[in-house]
């Protein structure tokens, strides 16, 4: 279980009218899937950073299967975050992009290499493997980004507007893979305002408002 309790944080420039102090709480079992709604500015970015590691909280406990993430640094959490801005490396081709969630060094064995080469295949860009991002459309990056967190199966997965702009076909390529993650275990939180990917994906759904998260039906 993904128990977060009362996690508190402010910033400390925040235009008092404008951004409440946060105080995150839910509770999210392996396999599961909740999706987080709520308009630009919201705070879904700064929830995601509190859970990841990259923004530190005033307050609150987190844990996932009762171990305390707070303490650990954000690659110590067990956690994969994919970003609306894709987050490739630019310099190194596809391959190693994706090889890089597998093995830092990228001595990457034949069953790491068997699954790059199946797991393009699975969301449509197979024999890309040597292509630069730059040489890639901006759907096409945004799939090599979501299969590199995919590849990784880490327990955790957040993702941040992983699907916008895609099509049909490949989003629901890229849907089966993360229902496949969750049928591993891993429970996932969806920041999505689309219908599509939220009814496809979302066990749970909640809206952030005012600093805090509200279960919708
Ligand atoms: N470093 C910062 N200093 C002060 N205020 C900030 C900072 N970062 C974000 N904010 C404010 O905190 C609020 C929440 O921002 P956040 O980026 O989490 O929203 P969001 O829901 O992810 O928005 P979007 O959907 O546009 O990405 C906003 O009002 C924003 O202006």
Request: some cysteine; hydrophobic content about 40%.
């Amino acid at each position: 279980m993904l128990d977060c309790r009362d996690l508190t944080f402010h910033y400390e420039r925040a235009d008092p009218g404008e951004t409440p102090a946060f105080a995150f709480s839910f509770r999210l079992a392996p396999g599961e899937c909740l999706s987080v709604e709520g308009p630009s500015g919201c705070g879904k970015s700064t929830l995601l950073g509190l859970l990841a590691g990259f923004l530190e909280p005033e307050g609150g406990t987190l844990t996932w299967r009762g171990q305390d993430l707070l303490a650990r640094p954000p690659w110590e959490r067990g956690i994969t975050t994919v970003f609306q801005e894709h987050n490739l490396f630019d310099h190194l081709p596809v391959w190693a992009n994706l090889g890089l969630g597998l093995a830092p060094d990228l001595r990457l064995t034949a069953d790491q290499r068997r699954r790059i080469t199946e797991g393009l295949a699975e969301v449509g860009l197979a024999g890309l493997e040597a292509r630069l991002p730059g040489e890639l459309s901006g759907g096409q990056r945004q799939r090599v980004a979501l299969l590199r967190a995919l590849l990784r199966a880490s327990p955790l997965l957040l993702l941040d507007e992983p699907f916008t702009g895609l099509d049909e076909a490949t989003r629901e390529g890229l849907w089966a893979l993360v229902r496949r993650q969750q049928q591993a275990g891993a429970a996932v939180i969806l920041v999505s305002h689309d219908r599509d990917d939220i009814d496809a994906l979302a066990d749970r759904r909640c809206r952030l408002e005012a600093g805090r998260l509200k279960p919708l039906p």
